[in-house]
């Protein structure tokens, strides 16, 4: 009988593992999914030499795309450079957790 117990609880924790491990996992595949899609939008403006058409159509499609926001902030430097500063703001959820929070990838577009 005791053996039968201990199986038991240890299906039981195997099983809460299970269902923890793959809810960390979606997360974790949210935040790679940000991350790459903030990347093909930093390539996207460096291509079109900061064009504010595509850069709306950016902000546009990001939050299409179920992203919170994009902020593309474009600056000149004193030397007459331009770079930009992109923000992509999205949710990271915890679903089992009940937990909802904002993260941010920031980066620059030379």
Do not use: R
């Amino acid at each position: 009988m005791k053996g039968a117990i201990e199986t038991m609880v240890g299906v039981v924790l195997i099983a809460f593992m299970a269902v923890f491990g793959t809810a960390y996992i979606s997360s974790s595949l949210n935040t790679q999914k940000a991350q790459a899609y903030h990347s093909s939008v930093v390539t996207e403006i460096e291509a079109s030499d900061y064009n504010a058409e595509v850069i709306e159509k950016c902000k546009e499609k990001a939050v299409q795309n179920g992203y919170e926001a994009l902020v593309i902030q474009t600056i000149t430097s004193a030397s007459g450079s331009k770079y930009a500063k992109v923000t992509l703001t999205y949710q990271y959820t915890i679903p089992l957790l009940n937990m909802l929070l904002k993260h941010q990838v920031t980066g620059y577009a030379k």
